[in-house]
């Protein structure tokens, strides 16, 4: 009688894989977020078990398939283990990081009550700026101290010549974790320093996974999300961390086009206000009354829509305040504002440095170290970098709380989301943005001044020899030397997320 190939036992391989399984589920947990858990889990679980299936079939000793699923055992015990021993390493406070994309300083108020309850509790610095209107560069320059030509990423698309503050964080002790919600900050910018978790891989309906080549596979999704899916994932991996914990949560809801969800639209009163502008439209035949009326009714229904947005982004706010302790540092900083038509066809952001796009709410609650209440100093998103620091006990060199710069300085490449009402080349713009004064230049025209203390809505330029000659060579400079332009390939992948777009 020939005796058949020999039948390997099960256990020899399927032991050591579930546990693996289950060490890959309790890491999951705090990554994947209950959006993606169940796939994400399913998508560990099985390839760990075609791995085995593979070794099951290839290798014909029992030895050495008992061997391999131990080293498969090992390995996903180790990444368990990694992360215990960072944790334990620190004992500073847990921070958490909220930034708000295209959050006018104007909109808080009686549509926000979690962020003016927040404002009771920490200090509100009324009198902030962002050293860009676009999202990727204002990002770096909260996360490296810097401003945008001095760090490098000038325009959405660019990616950061210099170290942020993270890997310092990181260095301290803590878990650190990104929660995004707009591709314009994926891995690519070098935003992802130090981060243990960098959640900007988009699968199906902009939901988050952890497997990049799977998300590639399932068909990307479209590369952003709505602030409930990242809340609820930023939320999860807080639970599932022992502290000390640093987290970022991007909400980009504010962002065009102002699209809130069904239980946030406008209330009734508003819609049928909306209506009734509607109807008294000219008549058709009335063109030129029409257009010229146009950025009037543009604002008027998109303020609407924008404030819907606003009061959605507070609620998701109130939501990750929620799930924090009351000892937790808490900052809440916006990366730009938004234009309404204030000057000409100034709508949305990217293109101009007027104070609509420019001033942004910064709020820093650190119970016992920063007195609550308004403070009305200038005050740069650059500091974000270095309260970073302070509130970590990590070793940083551009200055934090207590920092009070004599001026601001924010660029733009004239990058613009979208305009309908421009649509010619873009020009760059850069600023220097003074207490209650500015100082601007648009490439190929004379500097102009505004006093802000008597005209805050920037209608009556100034000659700026008023202004130090040093603030105005130092612009003269930069927009004759301008940071490289952005390369075709950035350009493409900016067209393709609806950037340039008219
Ligand atoms: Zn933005």
Redesign the pocket.
């Known amino acids: 009688m020939t005796e058949g190939p020999r039948r390997l036992p099960l256990w020899a391989w399927g032991v050591p894989c579930a546990l693996a399984c289950l060490a890959a589920w309790s890491r999951l947990r705090g990554v994947s977020g209950p959006e993606t858990l169940l796939t994400d889990a399913a998508v560990w679980g099985l390839s760990t078990l075609v791995l085995g299936g593979a070794l099951h079939l290839a290798l014909k000793q029992k030895w050495r398939l008992q061997l391999a699923g131990l080293l498969l055992t090992t390995l996903a015990w180790v990444t368990q283990v990694q992360d215990l021993s960072q944790r334990q390493a620190g004992a500073g406070p847990d921070i958490l990081l909220v930034t708000l994309?295209?959050f006018r300083a104007d909109h808080l108020g009686p549509n926000t009550p979690a962020l003016n309850a927040l404002v009771q509790e920490g200090a509100h610095f009324t009198n902030a700026v962002t050293t860009a209107?676009?999202?990727a560069p204002?990002?770096a320059s909260m996360l490296t101290g810097k401003s945008t030509p001095e760090h490098g990423l000038t325009a959405n698309g660019d990616a950061l010549d210099v170290p942020t503050v993270v890997p310092q964080i990181a260095a301290r002790g803590y878990s650190t974790a990104a929660f995004l919600s707009?591709k314009?900050l994926e891995r690519g910018t070098g935003l992802n320093q130090g981060f243990g978790l960098y959640a900007d891989v988009w699968t199906w309906r902009g939901r988050q996974g952890v497997f990049p080549v799977v998300s590639v596979l399932l068909g990307h999704g479209p590369g952003q999300r709505r602030g409930d899916h990242t809340v609820r994932q930023a939320q999860a991996w807080w639970r599932a961390q022992d502290g000390p914990r640093f987290a970022w949560v991007h909400l980009?809801d504010a962002?065009a086009p102002y699209a809130p969800p069904h239980e946030w639209q406008p209330d009734e009163d508003t819609q049928r206000e909306l209506a009734a502008q509607a109807r008294t439209t000219p008549a058709p035949e009335d063109t030129r009354e029409w257009m010229q009326s146009l950025p009037e009714r543009h604002s008027a229904s998109q303020r609407a829509l924008y404030a819907a947005e606003v009061a959605y982004v507070d609620h998701l706010v109130g939501q990750l305040l929620a799930s924090v302790s009351p000892d937790t540092v808490v900052l809440v900083v916006a990366?730009?504002g938004e234009g309404f038509g204030e000057h000409q066809d100034a709508f949305l952001?990217g293109a101009n440095l007027y104070e609509p796009s420019l001033n942004v709410p910064f709020i820093v609650r650190w119970t016992g170290h920063v007195a609550p209440g308004p403070q009305a100093q200038l005050t740069s998103i650059e500091a974000i970098a270095g309260i970073l620091a302070q509130a970590s006990g990590a070793t940083w060199d551009t200055p934090g709380l207590g920092a009070e710069p004599l001026s601001v300085l924010a660029f733009t490449p004239g990058q613009q989301s979208r305009s309908t009402m421009n649509p010619g080349p873009a020009a760059s713009v850069a600023a220097l943005r003074f207490q209650d004064s500015k100082l601007v230049q648009d490439e190929g025209e004379a500097q102009r001044g505004y006093r802000l203390s008597t005209d805050p809505k920037e209608l009556f330029p100034l000659a700026p020899t008023w202004v130090d000659p040093a603030a105005t060579q130092d612009l003269q400079r930069l927009l004759e030397h301008p940071p490289e332009p952005l390369g075709q390939d950035a350009v493409e992948q900016l067209k393709a997320l609806g950037y340039f777009s008219h």
């Open positions: 994309d295209t209107p676009l999202t204002a990002h707009s314009v980009y962002h990366d730009h952001h």
